[in-house]
């Protein structure tokens, strides 16, 4: 921990310290990150990394307690505790978090990760190594060139983001921390992009303070990743006019949309001032396809977990297509706006037609507020000037929903014959331990315009 963060970044609500079985026991850097942009809290998350096995000892400073939970719910952890202080033993890398009296404001995450890549050697190799980094003078971002390869090394902490505009063939790794970057990874017309392994903590500093966005590209591939955000309209990762994206093997909590996939260039505000400005945009995006998204933790404090759809552009509709998410616990979501909620949503307007949209092996834990299921073709004043095209073509597979919170009623609609949904099938969605046979089952109200439904 760079020692001009010592303090300044510190979280006491925790002690925690991990070992290899039988070794030395190592104090562990409590770093405070704020979440849930609703009332701006401060949780706790700790993040090493092992290979083997590695024991875990964790001590609550403040308060006593009666008991702890792990989450998510899918979690191989096994707590074990003596009076304020428990213990655990890990044989795989786990990103999961406690709980405390179901206290979901200022829990514990905890971030144990496989051993990072080793450093990269040659010409090409951007490297940073332990201690605090700052952007150029005059900057807010790392500056990265086409066949760049960036590595972080652990204990480097990087007060800054990374631009990658109009780049191609590069690479950013290594288990290093982004501290409060604002837009922490921000791609647009670039391709043949890895970035892996890092972590970003977000505040509420910037409005749309994402871990990433991904616009205008394609060949991008984002792995183990771990972000926090606590802003408004603080995405997760965000992918618009995009083709040939992977994202695998992450944990996010975050403030809007956890995993979301657009057709539009730029958030809807940024779309606004350059129509105002008259400036059109010099490369025009395409479609979005090919988006696979697996093997994810999420937990949402504001908006949905996996969004597809929403928003697009009136003057040159576009398609979404053949979109995946496969292997995903959702711990929590939260979401109050009753035309938006959704823990796995696909909405078709601005002149936009979405194909092929999969969502299988599913775990949803809590649903605070919000929708299992939000399928809508149709026309929001709030946010679209023209309808939709369509859903055409949506697979929900081997779904589970412990019907934990308050969840509101599933809804799969469409506008018109023009602007429908069309063939949704809803295959082993169980709810609550009990299968779901029909849209009574699972509570799902099914509107008009609504061809091809199949609950089995």
């Known amino acids: 921990?760079?020692?001009?963060?010592?303090?300044?970044?510190?979280?006491?609500?925790?002690?925690?310290?991990?070992?290899?079985?039988?070794?030395?026991?190592?104090?562990?850097?409590?770093?405070?990150?704020?979440?849930?942009?609703?009332?701006?809290?401060?949780?706790?998350?700790?993040?090493?990394?092992?290979?083997?096995?590695?024991?875990?000892?964790?001590?609550?400073?403040?308060?006593?307690?009666?008991?702890?939970?792990?989450?998510?719910?899918?979690?191989?952890?096994k707590v074990q505790r003596e009076n304020a202080l428990l213990r655990m033993t890990l044989t795989r890398p786990e990103r999961f978090s406690l709980q405390f009296n179901d206290d979901r404001l200022h829990n514990l995450h905890i971030i144990a990760g496989k051993l990072p890549s080793s450093r990269p050697i040659g010409e090409d190799v951007v490297y940073f190594g332990p201690g605090l980094h700052?952007?150029?003078?005059?900057?807010?971002?790392?500056?990265?060139?086409?066949?760049?390869?960036?590595?972080?090394?652990?204990?480097?902490?990087?007060?800054?983001?990374?631009?990658?505009?109009?780049?191609?063939?590069?690479?950013?790794?290594?288990?290093?921390?982004?501290?409060?970057?604002?837009?922490?990874?921000?791609?647009?017309?670039?391709?043949?992009?890895?970035?892996?392994?890092?972590?970003?903590?977000?505040?509420?500093?910037?409005?749309?303070?994402?871990?990433?966005?991904?616009?205008?590209?394609?060949?991008?591939?984002?792995?183990?990743?771990?972000?926090?955000?606590?802003?408004?309209w603080s995405d997760g990762i965000n992918i618009s006019t995009s083709q040939h994206v992977t994202v695998a093997d992450g944990y996010l909590r975050v403030s809007d949309d956890a995993v979301v996939v657009y057709a539009v260039a730029d958030c809807p505000l940024c779309r606004q001032k350059a129509a105002q400005t008259g400036v059109p945009d010099p490369n025009p995006p395409g479609d979005t396809f090919d988006i696979k998204v697996r093997n994810m933790r999420i937990w949402v404090d504001v908006a949905h977990a996996l969004y597809v759809g929403h928003f697009g552009d009136n003057a040159d509709p576009r398609t979404i297509r053949d979109i995946t998410f496969d292997n995903v616990d959702i711990a929590n979501l939260d979401e109050d706006d009753p035309d938006w909620e959704g823990a796995m949503a696909v909405y078709s307007g601005d002149g936009t037609m979405i194909r092929d949209v999969t969502f299988s092996n599913i775990r949803v834990d809590r649903i605070e507020e919000g929708k299992l299921i939000h399928i809508v073709a149709g026309a929001n004043p709030r946010y679209n000037k023209a309808a939709g095209r369509g859903v055409d073509g949506v697979v929900l597979r081997d779904i589970t929903f412990t019907g934990a919170g308050m969840p509101s009623s599933s809804i799969i609609k469409g506008l018109s014959p023009q602007t429908a949904v069309k063939n949704v099938t809803i295959d082993n969605l169980r709810i609550g331990g009990r299968p779901v046979r029909s849209a009574a089952d699972g509570d799902i109200i099914v509107g008009g315009d609504v061809l091809g439904l199949k609950i089995r």
């Not at 510190?10 to 070794?23: E, I, M, S």
């Not at 749309?208 to 408004?232: C, E, P, Q, Y």
């Open 1 to 77: 921990m760079p020692k001009s963060l010592l303090y300044s970044a510190h979280n006491d609500d925790f002690t925690v310290r991990v070992r290899k079985p039988g070794g030395e026991w190592r104090d562990l850097y409590e770093y405070r990150v704020q979440i849930d942009a609703d009332t701006h809290q401060n949780a706790s998350m700790v993040y090493f990394d092992f290979d083997g096995s590695v024991e875990i000892e964790v001590l609550k400073n403040n308060g006593r307690f009666d008991q702890v939970s792990v989450a998510p719910l899918s979690s191989a952890v």
């Open 134 to 232: 700052t952007p150029p003078a005059g900057t807010d971002y790392f500056p990265v060139k086409s066949g760049q390869h960036v590595y972080l090394d652990g204990g480097a902490v990087l007060k800054g983001a990374f631009d990658l505009t109009g780049v191609k063939d590069v690479k950013i790794s290594g288990r290093g921390l982004l501290w409060d970057p604002g837009r922490a990874i921000d791609l647009d017309q670039s391709s043949n992009v890895d970035v892996s392994e890092l972590i970003i903590v977000n505040s509420d500093r910037r409005d749309a303070a994402r871990v990433m966005n991904i616009r205008n590209s394609r060949d991008v591939s984002v792995r183990d990743l771990t972000g926090f955000t606590s802003g408004k």
